[in-house]
């Protein structure tokens, strides 16, 4: 039995291309032999730690990407659907609040990642799918609900979210994609024989696989596999 | 018999991501039932009239572009290598005489495309795998002549490159560019039932066969077709 590649996953639910990135690694984690672990991080703190800017700044670019999410959307079987005023909810409502608690979903979570994987889906659902508000504590909760939380467990991960002990964890999750160079979200690194390699974006999948000795399938690999 | 879908490419040869796109691209023509129309373009006017940064401005994106360009150029069996000053190579000299060349060379080329396809590749050969200068008359002759051209023709074609006809066919196939929503290069625009799907960059090319109706065999079709 050969031990699974780590790979890591750095997302933040306001980034549309975090959610086909986080969509099919999660589909990979059981076609490839990898051990995916998800790294909830801030997308704004990487943004201003790497001096980048938004792409959507440039308007060939913001046309352009509205058009690719639609198709690439439709092509992985990613129920994405641009906000009604995309400005907004990515630099003005923000994420902070919602990727605290997510980071408090995950530490609270013992014995694998299904909860942390079920409340970031239904963030991003709210954002680039239903147009919902994810600043406000109503919002998270409902978000929770949906994922399948109990009532407890979301008043503790709320309360938990505003801790100082989470706020750090936050900030350190998105250092640490910082120290392995990134300038946006969603961003891949692959432990392959003691050494990361990263990729950027929903758009190096067949490469990562060349990568790490695995094949791609598609972004329905089940489907795929099914057909094989 | 159905008539092949129209595929244009604008490109310029001073953009690595541009080489790697045109080499699937005729590799791809030989597979998919396109016709393929190369359109030599000036990125530094893209890059203006869109109002674009480089990305290589941000020094993490910089660093990703450089191990992302090589795994690729491995991956797609591409023969690219950076030059030891790529911001010289890229903003300093830039490609507005080459691409002028190129303009010429195509402009005179009856019955096909093959000098134009030609040039170009040298033309990126120099700059993106030997570290040479594409800004003088004598570089440009050394490549239109790896490239199979006889003196003779060089000569026109170089003449021809400082023309009133050729800068404003440049410019015009640039604006074409902008026109259709570029703000950097490769750019793919299928036509499809009369209306143009745009692609930029060189990781779209099975979202690309999945929308003009084709299948995407990897970054080398003839050895995958032969394969199957």
Redesign the interface.
Known sequence: MTSKKVVELFYDVVSPYSWLGFEIMCRYRNVWNIELKLRPAFLGGVMQG????PPGL????F??MA??LL??SA?FDVPLQAPSDPFEAMFQKGSLTAMRFVTAVQVRETGGDKQVERVSRELWRRVWREDKDITEPASLSEAAMKAGLSEREIKEALELSTSGEIKEKLKSVTQNA?DH???GFPLVVCHINGKPE?F??S??F??MA??IGEKWL?PQPDIAAAKL
Do not use: I, T
């Open positions: 790497s001096g980048n800017k440039v308007p060939n670019k046309q352009y058009k690719d198709r690439l092509y910082l160079g990134a300038f990263m950027f974006g758009d190096r067949e490469l060349h990568c598609g």
